[in-house]
């Protein structure tokens, strides 16, 4: 029998997180004050984050402990298993042997409570009585509320409108971990509120819903806020994925050739990649990593490389990365995740210096890959999943082409369970190719007067 | 850290089913022809099943190879983890050690892709070009249809109604693994169009959707039939959690007091019971096994054991089981699967004998235990699985009552994804207590003119 799951045991759950700061050739850019313009530093984040999470989002130590706390946690589901393809590599009859790391085994279902966790328990560790965050797709919502649960914290969740009403079961999984969930833009902030009255009919935005659990978070006390993605410290936290991918290739007697992972605003792309990027920052091996992003949604390979908020209404500082402007809004017509306006700054910084790669994909492309996977495969992989795996396809099929045997990595970040919506538009003839026009993205740019990084 | 996951290596997934029969003391009574009641050999299977199931159905062997080709899919997800819940015996306070097994890691979600797997295989090797089933909840449709592709089989399926209407994403997710779904009754048999004369409103039921299968299976010589309960091969196949179980308590160091399952047709209660049970039986062991069940559907603690007939029409042979009549339609209120009418014929003979236990829970309790383990442990668990859950929160309870530290393992044989609109309900306080009248149980048993067991 042909091995097919590369398993560690519970022991094996790494001890440290990999903070890539400390091997960075460039460091990000500071973020700067969004009114005065000015580099600020960590203290402006006090408000919105405990103390220990800030010190992560500055740190330049490479190796950070993982409380036991935390691991404990983890164990619920992790290690994560990984898997050789074989149906997959069948299927597209390929030289290239194909591996996936399952992140869907999580209780809700992707990588996201891998930070969720960590952010829940420094929060409680800090006294903090409630967490405010928003969620796109659902993924991150869930994986708070889940986290919350855990360590008694009360979770209180911005969804942006669109997914409120395409899933609502995404909404009563947050309610069955006992977190309260609104649609956003809502009427219960003064954003929220300013956003509706220019356009009632919003189906909403991350950058919105962002803006509405920030001011909920800075104009209370009992209150910290939680993002899902982007910032430092969540990427810190995903790395617990390469770590544990490094091991198991490690097992397989492997050495992957190409990392991949869908990208929306880093912190999978980064769970996975930079354990391995570290190999080609300071072993000299030439690992390729490649962030896979929506047509519709195309900052990494169609933005611009600048200082731009994080959220719509520009409450955050400025950050250094390439993004679409912060007022941009993806065609509800895109289907899963990945609807972020911008990318973190480390993975910004490390594109715009030729450390990693991207890809765009279009949203047939991705749904055919999605269903290409789940019938060689099994597991029906999220739409945002499926951006991955239409990346590595093209690259397995490249490989065939040149009859090289490479080795492939894919984050697989969390299954399909809730998106039978999706499928089934696709399967309906819904789902529409998409792509922006140049007109469309220079448009939403050059709305921004920030200074370009 | 404390160990909470026993996981077993690839190479440790068992290579052998355990027939219990074997070891059986009083073995089933055999099945009658549905016309002349008369004792019926293997024979009048063969338009329904190929040879080697069949062969296996009547089996007296006590281990049954598995076939590499089913291993090697099994390994998709197998072996499955066993958690030690020390999140539920916290929130219970109770002394009770608690285990549970998670077949909810499976690319459907449930236990029922381990005989899925394994009669597709059987069926393929036999030349068979189509299976037809019927699916309740769903989860026994989806499983067949994932192994159907990966064979490449054709799969028709039956789904029940109700559930047709309210899940309508378990339909897309057979649709993603190749296989065509017809809500039941349908006018596509002699059967359905039968039951829509009589009742055009009628929500289905198992029994139902059975006959309407079973009837495309004996009128097409391409098409078999597949059952994803009750029979005694599938039990078999489900032995596979049992035989993982065995060694995973084993490198827990430990030996449960008392195994739990969901019942519906008892093939997830026999996958993990029957190989603590042949320790009872050959080794003097004392282990207690219990099935859980629906008040709303109690075969087991209220039915009578007696011989009907598998499906509603009439056309299986009789099976001496506990039963609440074939004619038995569940209230539509009840929610989650484990609808089913009768109990398998092992099972029967089993309790009959006074080898395993019954308990019966409420729909409230149910929903009740669902949501304290998926607060507790992360996890949110099918309706179905619930069932387990609750009656270990009962055996828990009375540990701690008693101050013993007995060792409780439960069967979780699937994730709550697909069952948000129930927890929805449960929220919304829809959902009711609901236990059948005497009267209406009898009622059902009054229209049998079938021979006692």
Redo the contacts between chains.
């Keep these: ?5 590369i ?1 560690l ?3 094996e759950i790494p001890d440290q997180w990999y903070n890539i700061v400390a091997d960075m050739p460039n460091r990000p850019l500071p973020p700067l004050h969004p009114g005065t313009r000015e580099p600020i530093g960590p203290d402006a984040l006090a408000p919105l984050f405990p103390e220990e999470l800030i010190k992560q989002e500055v740190s330049t130590e490479r190796w950070i402990d993982i409380p ?1 706390e935390v ?2 946690i983890y ?3 992790r290690p994560t298993p990984m ?1 050789r393809a074989y ?1 997959l590599e069948k299927a597209l009859d390929t030289p290239a042997r194909i591996y996936y790391k399952y992140e869907g ?3 809700s ?1 992707s990588h996201k409570p891998n930070t969720a966790v960590a952010q829940a328990y420094y929060n409680k560790a800090a006294g903090v009585k409630r967490i405010t965050t928003e969620t796109g797709a659902g993924q991150w919502g869930s994986a708070l509320s ?1 986290a919350c ?2 360590f008694g914290l009360e979770c209180e969740v911005y969804m942006v409108r669109l997914s409120y009403e395409h899933k ?2 995404r909404k ?2 947050m ?4 977190a309260t969930v609104y649609p956003s833009p809502s009427d219960r902030t003064e954003a929220g509120r300013k956003v509706l009255a220019k356009d009632p009919d919003t189906t909403g935005s991350l950058g919105i819903a962002i803006s509405e659990a920030v001011e909920r978070a800075a104009t209370d006390p009992d209150t910290k806020y939680a993002l899902g993605s982007v910032l430092n410290h969540v990427l810190l936290h995903q790395t617990i994925i390469g770590q544990e991918a490094l091991l198991q290739m490690e097992k397989a007697g492997e050495l992957p050739d190409v990392v991949i992972a869908p990208f929306g605003g880093g912190s999978n792309f980064a769970g996975i990649a930079f354990p391995f990027l570290r190999l080609s920052l300071t072993q000299g091996k030439q690992i390729r990593c490649v962030a896979s992003e929506p047509a519709s949604c195309p900052k990494l390979t169609r933005g611009q490389f600048r200082y731009d908020f994080g959220d719509t209404v520009g409450m955050t500082p400025l950050l250094p990365m390439y993004t679409l402007g912060h007022n941009f809004v993806p065609a509800p017509i895109h289907a899963g995740g990945l609807r972020y306006h911008g990318a973190g700054v480390i993975v910004s910084q490390l594109l715009k210096d030729g450390l990693i790669e991207a890809r765009a994909h279009d949203n047939l492309e991705v749904f055919e890959a999605g ?1 290409a996977f ?2 060689a ?4 992989p999220a739409p945002e999943a499926a951006h991955g795996i239409a990346t590595a396809i093209r690259e397995a099929e490249r490989c065939k082409e040149a009859g090289e045997d490479k080795v492939i990595l894919i984050n697989l970040c969390g ?1 399909g ?2 998106d ?2 999706a ?2 538009d696709y ?1 309906a003839g819904k789902i529409e190719s998409h792509e922006l026009t140049t007109a469309e993205i220079e448009s939403s740019l050059a709305e921004l007067d920030t200074p370009l990084a």
């Design positions: 029998m042909q091995q097919r799951k398993t045991s519970e022991s036991d691991r404990n164990s619920l589901w898997y149906g085994v999580s209780p279902g889940f649960q855990h609502p079961y009563v999984m309610n069955t971990w006992g269903i789940a019938r495969e099994g597991i029906i299954h369970n809730f039978m919506k499928y089934q399967f």
